[in-house]
T-cell receptor, first 115, second 108 residues
Framework: DSGVTQTPKHLITATGQRVTLRCSPR?????VYWYQQSLDQGLQFLIQ???????AKGNILERFSAQQFPDLHSELNLSSLELGDSALYFC??????????????FGPGTRLTVL | GQQLNQSPQSMFIQEGEDVSMNCTSSSIFNTWLWYKQDPGEGPVLLIALYKAGELTSNGRLTAQFGITRKDSFLNISASIPSDVGIYFC????????FGAGTILRVKS
């Protein structure tokens, strides 16, 4: 158990809908990262937050957004969902945003299925 | 941008065999991390390397941070069936970059 929690574990929805994925980082970790992993694909970095502020952006679509709240949990919002958005979405957390603090610990993921 | 080349892409293991995989980059990294991912699960951190030349073991796993800071390898000794999965390397320069993964399968 990495200490990173994600909810829900599974999510099934229809095209055009909007969903929210939730992540709670490890106790003491200030940085949260979101990744997308499609079938048989590697990890695609979406976005990073550090202590409530957006720190880095990867291949995140405009239909997707995220935020990190004062209690450091984070939410990833996916809207106008398309079939191709079906994937595993992982959250990871780290103590800080540089040096040894970059060591990321992953949550169990949310499997999103868009029908 | 920074990219990692991870090889091999996939390999078959027979129980008891030693396994080796590596990652190389054109950029210098300050940290190398190795993760293992089982199907449908999140990547689990296996070994973290923070210093050039560092050699670290975790049970049957051994990883090294290359002297040039541009490469790292992971060895698994005396493989067992539960070693199957996907292994990812990740390097940190100014951000964490992941390799494409090495898929370990069992030889039938």
């Amino acid at each position: 158990d990495s200490g990173v929690t994600q909810t829900p574990k599974h999510l099934i929805t229809a095209t055009g809908q909007r969903v929210t994925l939730r992540c709670s980082p490890r106790s003491g970790d200030l940085s949260v990262y979101w990744y997308q992993q499609s079938l048989d694909q590697g990890l695609q970095f979406l976005i990073q937050y550090y202590n409530g502020e957006e720190r880095a952006k990867g291949n995140i679509l405009e239909r997707f957004s995220a935020q990190q709240f004062p209690d450091l949990h984070s939410e990833l919002n996916l809207s106008s969902l398309e079939l191709g958005d079906s994937a595993l979405y992982f959250c990871a957390s780290s103590v800080a945003a540089g040096g040894r603090g970059y060591t990321q610990y992953f949550g169990p993921g949310t499997r999103l299925t868009v029908l | 941008g920074q990219q990692l080349n991870q090889s091999p892409q996939s390999m078959f293991i027979q129980e008891g065999e030693d396994v080796s995989m590596n990652c190389t980059s054109s950029s210098i990294f300050n940290t190398w991390l190795w993760y293992k991912q089982d199907p449908g699960e999140g990547p689990v951190l296996l070994i973290a390397l923070y210093k050039a030349g560092e050699l670290t073991s975790n049970g049957r796993l051994t990883a090294q941070f290359g002297i040039t800071r541009k490469d790292s390898f992971l060895n698994i000794s005396a493989s067992i069936p539960s070693d199957v999965g996907i292994y990812f390397c990740a390097g940190n320069g100014n951000k964490l970059v992941f390799g494409a993964g090495t898929i370990l399968r069992v030889k039938s």
